[in-house]
């Protein structure tokens, strides 16, 4: 108990929280944007979610998930169910921060998502979760899309009401299980577009659907989409260029409390 309170407080005395600006999020008026409403979060207000271990922060952050799926709203976490998308150390504490991602039938479920604090004695000190209950794909047939990825592209063109006179030309088409596949649209976008297929959150479930990033020709827009595989129409749409404003404040302050804005 001891070390762990040691460990506790040494912890809180290089941690700095500082207050952000307001930002709003990036998603796309007039558009759907996947939400899950099956969200959980723990804190070290809540206390250390574990005891000390060894191994890696990945290894760590899974046998949490795999050991105790209750806690996160969801009846299990199999194995091949959720993949590490990052991980890092900060230096100064040791802490590491890993985020994984809720797999199904072997493709990404779109913003299903964990974010786990791990601290250098392998304590679980915080972690968050999104994810989808009751997804089993043990009885499922590997992926098939009604829709290729060309349709989709049509499909969300004719959502944004933009003018494309030429064909979409494909680049390349994978053959891995998400369908990776390269398009040229020239009129639309500055750059060819990656499509591949993932899961968005419906309903309570899971649909097949295509995912889409367009950088606009005008430069103004950075669209990430989710279209149906299904039926074509648009699940999720953020916008990774959207005007925002901040709040700036000159060298040396090093926080909103410590000084006005520049």
């Known amino acids: 108990k001891q070390r762990r309170a040691g460990f506790h407080n040494e912890w809180m005395r290089h941690l700095k929280l500082e207050q952000l600006e307001e930002r709003r999020l990036l998603a796309v008026d007039g558009f759907p944007t996947a939400m899950i409403d099956n969200t959980h979060s723990f804190d070290l207000d809540d206390g250390f979610l574990t005891d000390p271990s060894v191994g890696t922060p990945s290894e760590i952050a899974v046998a949490l998930l795999e050991s105790s799926p ?23 504490n040791g802490v590491s921060h890993v985020y994984l991602n809720q797999m199904y039938n ?8 964990v974010n786990v604090g791990i601290g250098a004695d392998g304590s679980v000190i915080n972690a968050s979760a999104s994810l ?40 390349n088409a994978g053959n891995d ?21 993932e899961y968005v959150p419906v309903g309570g479930s899971v649909e097949l659907a ?28 953020a916008d990774w260029m959207s005007q925002a404003q901040y709040d700036v404040y000159a060298m040396p302050t090093e926080s909103p409390s410590s000084a006005a804005r520049t």
């Open 177 to 197: 299980l998400a369908q990776t596949t390269i398009l040229s649209a020239h009129e639309i976008a500055l750059e060819p577009i990656t499509a591949h297929l």
């Open 106 to 113: 072997g493709l990404d479920v779109r913003n299903a998502v």
């Open 210 to 237: 295509w995912r889409l990033n367009v950088q606009t020709v005008d430069t103004s827009h950075w669209f990430d989409a989710s279209v149906s595989a299904v039926d074509g129409d648009v699940l999720d749409v």
């Open 132 to 171: 989808v209950n009751g997804l089993d794909d043990s009885n499922v047939d590997p992926p098939a899309p009604d829709l290729g990825a060309v349709a989709v592209l049509e499909s969300l063109v004719d959502a944004f009401d933009w003018s494309m006179s030429s064909p979409v030309v494909v680049i």
């Open 70 to 92: 209750e806690i996160f709203g969801v009846d299990a976490i199999t194995p091949g169910s959720v993949t590490v998308a990052d991980e890092y150390t900060t230096p100064h």
